[in-house]
């Protein structure tokens, strides 16, 4: 059986990934790094899926790890992403309440940007019919933020790994990880028809919806899982009258780790809304039964129906407002509520769908509202890499490297 040694090892070749080895490279430009991908390519599930938003960093608790890496990540990935001559779109984002009582809730949402470092505006009733004439606000004011953008998730990743390739670092793919043996700091893994032994100085585990999985093979994380939630689209005809140019996005309930629908223009003229957030019957379970899990389909309907019983943080309000959003009538009414003039007729089914990864806390019976590192024996690991991980992933890979202490 072969042999590779590296000093670097990440499993992962998803954004968080793909920018842990680029920010690894700029700072320990003589550590050989090797990538392993379960896929053919990259980009195939969430990093290369997801809506292509570089989020201001409005919503997140003050001094989480979430707080402390978006706006500065954002600046430097948007500063990148010129560098190298990507499109970016700066089209900005409002928010709007669907209800008169949600005014506080919009101060607060308002207040919690400011202490981020996030840039934003309140703005009234003739401001925003201006910006945007047809979206509706309740309390007749919204926050405006300028900083947030659109992007192409996949045309980065691509670009990334054309530089990484520059660099040396290897990218295998195709790989099924047959065991870890963390006491000895190796992998046997599969590629191809053959089998091979990985010898690491530091391991990082970037799977992604794996995560959890991976992590238990070093006897990490064993009271966490990942639930999935299916993130389905829907895309405005391209003959209508609106002349949406910028996201717009409903009060969110902080309480549950979803948005709610929202409006997304992208870089080729599109306007798509969405996602939804509706249990996955498997990790990666895009269409009908396709990776379809029988065990997980059953621990997440138990943990949902546990969390309804208890109603805990309000969870029947989030089964009320998002865990049927796959049938259209209910879709598009709640796309209704922050564009009144939505039709039927409007919306066609976008192509695009990706999975959610929600790492929850079987100990404390709730999700994971932030990002989760741990470190075991020569290894870390990524266990919750939740948005706005995309948006903030040149910061959130340093705090890798200084939580893994390489």
């Known amino acids: 059986m072969e ?7 990440i499993i992962g070749a998803g954004m968080v990934g793909i920018s842990l080895a680029y920010q690894i490279k700029e700072k320990y430009k003589n550590l050989s790094i090797l990538i392993l991908e379960k896929e053919k390519e990259i980009g195939m599930h969430n990093s290369g899926r997801n809506s292509g938003v570089l989020h201001a960093g409005i919503y997140y608790e003050p001094n989480s790890l979430r707080a402390r890496v978006c706006v500065d990540g954002a600046q430097r990935l948007k500063e990148w992403i010129k560098s ?48 945007a004439p047809y979206a509706f606000s ?43 043996i963390p006491e000895e700091s190796s992998l046997i893994i599969k590629s191809g028809n053959s089998k091979k ?38 895309k405005l005809k391209s003959n209508t009258s609106f002349n949406i ?20 223009p ?43 019983l208890k109603n805990s943080n309000g969870f029947r309000r989030y089964a009320k407002e998002q ?12 796309a209704q509520e922050i564009i009144p003039d939505l039709k039927n007729e409007h919306l066609i089914k976008s192509d695009k769908v990706g999975i959610r990864a929600q790492l929850f806390d079987k100990n404390k019976s709730e999700f994971v509202n932030d990002f989760l590192l741990e470190n075991s ?18 910061a959130l890979a340093d705090l890798i490297i200084e939580k893994s202490q390489i």
């Open 138 to 180: 309740a309390t007749g004011t919204a926050i405006w933020s300028p900083k947030t953008s659109v992007v192409n998730p996949k045309k980065i990743l691509l670009r990334m790994q054309e530089i990484l390739h520059y660099k040396k670092v290897n990218l295998l793919y195709k790989v099924k990880i047959i065991k870890a």
């Open 266 to 308: 992208n870089l080729k003229g599109e306007i798509n809304f969405g996602p939804t957030a509706i249990p996955a019957f498997g990790r990666e379970n895009y269409s009908s039964l396709n990776g379809f899990e029988p065990l997980l389909t059953s621990q997440l309907i138990g943990e949902l129906t546990n969390q309804w």
């Open 197 to 234: 032994k990985i010898v690491y100085e530091h391991l990082f585990n970037c799977a992604g919806v794996f995560a959890d999985s991976v992590a238990k093979e070093f006897n990490i994380g064993k009271n966490y899982k990942i639930l999935p939630f299916k993130g389905i689209y829907w």
């Open 245 to 264: 140019k910028m996201n717009i996005y409903p009060v969110p309930d902080l309480n549950v780790p979803f948005l709610g629908v929202h409006v997304t």
């Open 377 to 394: 024996f020569n290894s870390t690991h990524v266990l919750n890499a939740i948005s706005p991980a995309f948006t903030a992933s040149f």
């Open 323 to 334: 865990a049927f959003l796959g049938f259209k009538k209910l879709f598009l009414k709640s």
């Open 3 to 9: 042999s590779i040694k590296k000093d670097i090892v």
């Open 84 to 131: 190298q001559g990507l499109e970016i779109l700066n089209c900005g984002k409002l928010i709007v309440a669907q209800k008169e009582e949600q005014s506080s809730n919009l101060e607060f949402l308002f207040e919690r940007g400011k202490k981020n470092g996030a840039e934003v505006e309140m703005i009234d009733k003739k401001e925003l019919y201006k910006r």
